[in-house]
């Protein structure tokens, strides 16, 4: 009923102050009722999402709140429109108090003012903060069930790609041991041993898959006893992993995680720099091999050169030496030619003379070194025959001397 007169209380003094702002919009403007009435908009936004948060909070403490109520003793306190002795900001009891927030109204405020329940500033803050809390928290469960949600999935997707990889592999196998093994070309089918062979296989092979299934379930399980017992053990001595641990240890993970994920952008671009200096390397080994060959054929040309140079270097001594030789003979030419004296006319018209007549008997001599050529000719020709004749007259002599010595012979035998 309380809640009631407040309500009704604050229509009449909304209708009394409306009639004053009726009377007061005929002297505005359209341009500025238009911007009073967006003001008002706005406030009215901001008080739906004040209340929005306020009934939320109310209703969360209201079990609480009416507990409270039930157990006191003093009705006059429940029945304070002003100050309740719940506090908002809490949802602690607060002692009634002549110097604090709790006081008395007079008769005249309580019949002519305002009985609605307005929050401070602080109890704002205070819902506000805790509203924040609260959707953290949410935020936080909520980002936690993603995650396990996501690693779910994920392992969903990987037993998935697992099982098609099998699916695939199968397919090749039955393919390959049934379909193209077992095939018959006479009648264009497959043999039935084959194919009753591959699934007895495939059984056996599924069998002993089961065995070693069981026998690591077992050892797991065994395992999952034994780290129970340590589990209470820890518990016995205390050092067991609380949530708060957890948490760290998360947020720790994270940080180590953000790390990782910033040593390995590093590792990258060391990689990148590592692969850009790699082919500078190669590069300047290329340029290095073509100068090493560069300066081989350099130093080729080097020794030829100085082998160029120094024969070059010895003719130029023999040189030197011929020039010198030259030099000297061309300065004895060239003493001579100073010393030389022209000869008179006469001395050269007798020497012409006596050079025709040289040559004159030169060519007598010659005439008679041909006669005396000829007749050498002549007699070496019958000298010749003559020896000719010599050893046909000796043989026939001896010829004649053989057969008279043959008959004197023949004879004295007789």
């Given at each position: ?50 209340n929005q948060i306020f009934d939320k909070y ?281 010393n030389y004296k022209v000869p008179e006319v ?69």
């Amino acid at each position: 009923m309380a809640s009631i007169d407040r309500f009704d209380t604050h229509s009449v003094s909304q209708e009394s102050t409306s009639d004053h702002h009726n009377q007061g919009l005929e002297d505005l403007t359209d341009e500025q009722i238009q911007n009073q009435i967006d003001e008002i908009l706005r406030v009215n936004q901001m008080l739906t999402i004040e209340n929005q948060i306020f009934d939320k909070y109310y209703k969360k403490i209201e079990p609480f709140f009416l507990a409270t109520i039930a157990g006191t003793s003093s009705s006059s306190l429940t029945t304070t429109p002003s100050g309740s002795m719940y506090d908002l900001s809490g949802g602690q009891q607060q002692q009634p108090s002549t110097g604090g927030r709790y006081r008395k109204r007079s008769k005249s405020r309580s019949t002519q003012g305002d009985f609605r329940m307005r929050l401070t500033a602080d109890q704002k803050c205070d819902i506000a903060s805790k509203e924040i809390d609260e959707l953290r928290e949410e935020s936080r469960k909520a980002n936690e069930e993603s995650e396990k949600n996501l690693d779910s999935y994920k392992a969903i997707l990987e037993e998935a790609d697992l099982r098609i990889n099998e699916i695939k592999i199968e397919m090749h196998e039955f393919e390959r041991d049934v379909l193209k093994a077992g095939f018959n070309p006479l009648n264009k089918k497959i043999v039935a041993e084959k194919l009753l062979k591959y699934f007895d296989d495939r059984m056996k092979e599924r069998d002993t898959l089961i065995d070693k299934l069981k026998l690591k379930n077992e050892s797991m399980r065994k395992r999952r006893q034994k780290l129970k017992a340590e589990l209470k053990e820890k518990e016995e001595m205390g050092e067991v992993l609380h949530e708060v641990d957890f948490r760290q240890l998360k947020i720790e993970n994270k940080q180590y995680m953000a790390k990782i994920d910033e040593k390995n952008t590093e590792m990258i671009k060391l990689k990148k720099m590592v692969g850009l200096v790699t082919q500078t390397l190669n590069f300047r080994k290329k340029q290095l091999n073509q100068y090493l060959k560069e300066y081989d054929s350099i130093l080729n040309d080097i020794k030829s050169r100085e082998k160029l140079l120094n024969n070059i270097e010895t003719e130029t001594k023999t040189v030197r030496t011929e020039h010198s030789k030259e030099e000297t003979k061309n300065r004895k030419l060239r003493g001579q030619l100073e010393n030389y004296k022209v000869p008179e006319v006469s001395d050269y018209v007798n020497a012409e003379d006596y050079l025709y007549n040289l040559q004159k008997e030169l060519k007598v001599w010659e005439r008679k070194v041909e006669i005396a050529e000829m007749a050498l000719k002549i007699n070496k020709q019958s000298w010749i025959q003559i020896k000719s004749d010599a050893s046909e007259a000796i043989g026939f002599g001896q010829k004649q001397f053989n057969n008279n010595s043959n008959n004197q012979l023949s004879n004295s035998a007789f």
